[in-house]
């Protein structure tokens, strides 16, 4: 064997070990457990991650793929070496199994007579009686025996779940779905991140190295929300989610934390809601000072315009949350909205632009105006974004299909298993004719003698009731002599 050769056998005996199988699978649990422990981008926030690890921690792991290790290479690696693991592993047994599966051991010889563990000897008057008999316990054991042999030289074999044999490759070929599906998602699969306001849409995802990623298709909130238990921690987040495909509306869907938008492929996940710190709209009333029982309300959002009559209009155009005089000028505390101010905008045709403050704290505070409207404060609701998360795992098919084939590989292993039976009439070396029964069992052996014990007894019970027959005949036939 030349050198090359010798290297390459080498190769081959370690990739199709079991050992080196066991190694691969312990990494890449250990792997897929620093994926679970470790937070990961892009699921977790910048300010989340910073805050649990140090600049220093934070930059090694960021060099090492540990936060985003199911897509970092060193993972498709594992996975990758583990498959071909199986494979080799797979061809180097597989005549073996496929021998016993393709061509049945129907004629047992002289060697498997006596080596066989699992047999007995049952003495017969003839090897068609003696078969005979056989094939009638078979068959109330729910079996179908075959016919082996011919010319007075045959015998019986049986046997049940001959699929059994191949339920470790069916554990195989599942394996390899699903780690064939987890190195697709790593290397063409992504995540990302969109933020939608209610009533904004977008056709962009936002990725973990700060590009956007444009999608095939625009997502619009049509509302969301939260709904908070009674101590007031949030209990579910939801959002109703439009696509929009040329403008047309192809797919509505209210989505929760587990329960996503499912499109093209890509999955919207709810992750998130929250307060933009903006106003989303105010209620206004508008009081006509010529005639006050003529008063109308208004709903204003940011920098929209609302006609009051033909020749007035009023725009919202600044918000302050928690108003505090400063120095003369009007600032925020906070973004809570405790003491809201907003600032109006009214054009006239004639007049022009004139601008006011309403303050929701103090409704009776009023600018001297020479506007025909004086404006009450009514409502105000504050802006709101959802929070989505997005996935894009083409390989998602393949895992789902890996774990209903492993599922039937499994039910293979543990519930069939495949068991043989024979009869084969024979001399025991002294003159006497014997019918010889044989049994093996793929596994679970110590059950099978249960069962061998009762085919055995059968066939002797037959034997018996043949006998009694056969002398209850011989004596009707003296009694008509």
């Known amino acids: 064997m030349s050198e090359k050769q010798s290297l390459a056998h080498k190769l081959w005996k370690t990739f199709s070990s079991v050992a080196t199988g066991i190694v691969l699978l312990i990494l890449v649990v250990i792997a897929s457990a620093a994926g679970t422990f470790v937070l990961q981008r892009p699921i977790t926030e910048p300010e989340q991650m910073q805050r649990a690890y140090s600049p220093a921690t934070l930059r090694w792991l960021d060099a090492t793929q540990l936060t985003d290790v199911f897509h970092s290479w060193w993972f498709v690696a594992l996975l990758s070496l583990l498959c071909i693991n199986i494979v080799l592993a797979s061809i180097e047994r597989f005549p073996g199994v496929w021998r016993y599966f393709s061509r049945p051991y129907r004629r047992p010889d002289a060697h498997f007579l006596t080596g066989l563990p699992l047999h007995a000897e049952i003495p017969v008057r003839s090897t068609q009686s003696g078969v005979a008999a056989a094939e009638r316990a078979f068959r109330r054991l729910g079996m179908k025996p075959q016919h082996v042999g011919g010319d007075g030289n045959f015998s019986l074999y049986a046997e049940r779940h001959r699929f059994a044999r191949l339920a470790a490759y069916v554990v195989h070929l599942s394996l390899l779905l699903i780690l064939g599906g987890g190195i697709v998602d790593a290397v063409w699969g992504y995540r990302g991140y969109m933020s939608l306001t209610l009533d904004g849409q977008s056709s962009e995802i936002d990725m973990r190295d700060g590009t956007k990623k444009p999608i095939p298709f625009t997502v619009r909130c049509e509302g969301a929300g939260q709904e908070n238990y009674a101590d007031g921690s949030p209990r579910r987040w939801w959002s109703r989610l439009t696509v929009l495909e040329n403008g047309r509306e192809v797919q509505r869907k209210e989505i929760e ?5 499912v499109h093209r492929g890509l999955r919207f996940f709810q992750s998130g809601y929250g307060s933009t710190g903006e106003v989303g709209s105010i209620r206004l009333l508008a009081v006509s000072k010529k005639t006050p029982a003529d008063s109308r309300e208004i709903v204003l ?12 209009s009023v725009q919202f155009t600044a918000f302050v949350p928690d108003m505090v005089i400063n120095g003369g000028r ?52 504050m802006g709101y974004f959802t929070g989505l998360q997005v996935s894009y795992e083409p390989g998602q098919w393949a895992v789902w299909a890996g774990c ?23 001399d025991d070396g002294r003159g006497r004719l014997m019918l010889w029964v044989g049994a093996a069992a793929s596994k679970n052996r110590e059950q099978f003698e249960e069962c061998f014990r009762k085919l055995v007894k059968e066939i002797e019970q037959e034997l018996q009731a043949n006998a009694t027959e056969e002398r209850h005949t011989k004596s009707v036939s003296l009694v008509n002599a």
């Open 301 to 312: 959002h940011p920098n929209e315009t609302v006609a009051l009559d033909a020749e007035h």
């Open 257 to 261: 934390v587990n329960e996503p938008l």
């Open 330 to 381: 009007i600032e925020s505390r906070s973004d809570q909205p405790n003491n809201p101010a907003i600032q109006l905008s009214v054009a006239s045709k004639q007049a022009g632009e004139s601008k006011m403050w309403l303050f929701a704290n103090y409704p009776d505070f009023s600018h001297p105006s020479a506007l025909p409207y004086d404006f009450k404060f009514q409502d105000l609701a």
């Open 404 to 426: 209903i084939v492993m599922g039937i590989g499994l039910v293979m292993a543990f519930y069939f298993v495949h068991i043989r039976y024979w009869a084969v009439p024979v």
